[in-house]
């Protein structure tokens, strides 16, 4: 198993950045491909990014491309998010979340979620 603990959410002014981290513990987190989510209020939680167990490959959702980046320091067992260019539609409760497999898209091929960090971006 795998604990993950998020943060570096908080509140911000559109345009600005956060960068939120994801550590983990427990398993070696190496084996572990890494998906970042996120849940807005009345919303269903949706996919943001996720990276292979070495960081080799990233997958992102097409309305974060060229704004977020997803990176992981196996030395640390800690996965990020850096966010720029943030917007007010960009406010939700982000989670991290791990498998053994690969860098879905799909939460459901995800096995390990943190409790989540809230991002809030005012206009």
């Known amino acids: 198993q795998v604990q993950l603990v998020e943060s570096g959410g908080g509140l911000v002014q559109a345009g600005g950045s956060l960068r939120l981290s994801c550590a983990a513990s427990g398993r070696t987190f190496s084996g572990y491909a890494m998906g970042w989510f996120r849940q807005a209020p009345g919303k269903e939680r949706e996919f943001v990014a996720a990276?292979?167990?070495?960081?080799?490959?990233?997958y992102y959702a097409d309305f974060v491309k060229g704004r977020f980046t997803i990176s992981r320091d196996n030395a640390k067992n800690t996965v990020y998010l850096q966010m720029n260019t943030l917007k007010p539609e960009d406010t939700a409760v982000y989670y991290c979340?791990?498998?053994?497999?690969?860098?879905?898209?799909?939460?459901?091929?995800?096995?390990?979620w943190g409790q989540g960090t809230q991002v809030t971006v005012s206009s």
């Open positions: 979340a791990a498998n053994l497999i690969g860098y879905y898209s799909q939460d459901a091929r995800y096995d390990y």
């Open positions: 990276i292979s167990r070495y960081g080799s490959s990233t």
